[in-house]
């Protein structure tokens, strides 16, 4: 299993970043799919999940208004649209695959079976 997160970098605030996960190695549809995020000294946090089928989403409310969640379950490809970038945004951002069923799974991170590598965002002020 392979997940792949791309599409970091180094934004201004206000700007927009997308990043992508593609994954390999998975029935990628029958996977609930969790974008997680680490700042340096800090915990994991859960920043968004959404469902098989895409049509249940959640996220956090820091982020709330500003991302969006989407899912091409033809590319095996799940997307973090960032949008009015802060620098308390600025961390490295997992994407993540849980094979477990049940809302109250999806916003912690040791329910997650298979992480990607991390993608770097730093916003500047």
């Known amino acids: 299993v392979q997940l792949q997160a791309s599409g970091g970098g180094l934004v201004q605030a206000g700007g927009s970043l997308r990043l992508s996960c593609a994954a390999s190695g998975l029935t990628f549809s029958r996977k609930v799919m969790g974008w997680f995020r680490q700042a340096p000294g800090k915990e994991r946090e859960f920043v968004s999940f959404i469902t098989t089928s895409g049509g249940t989403t959640d996220y956090a409310n820091s982020v709330k208004g500003r991302f969006t969640i989407s899912r091409d379950n033809a590319k095996n490809t799940v997307y973090l649209q960032m949008n009015s970038l802060k620098p308390e945004d600025t961390a490295v951002y997992y994407c993540?695959?849980?094979?477990?069923?049940?809302?109250?799974?999806?916003?912690?991170?040791?329910?997650?079976?298979?992480w990607g590598q991390g993608t770097q965002v730093t916003v500047s002020s």
């Open positions: 993540a695959a849980t094979s477990y069923y049940g809302s109250s799974y999806y916003y912690i991170a040791s329910q997650y079976d298979y």
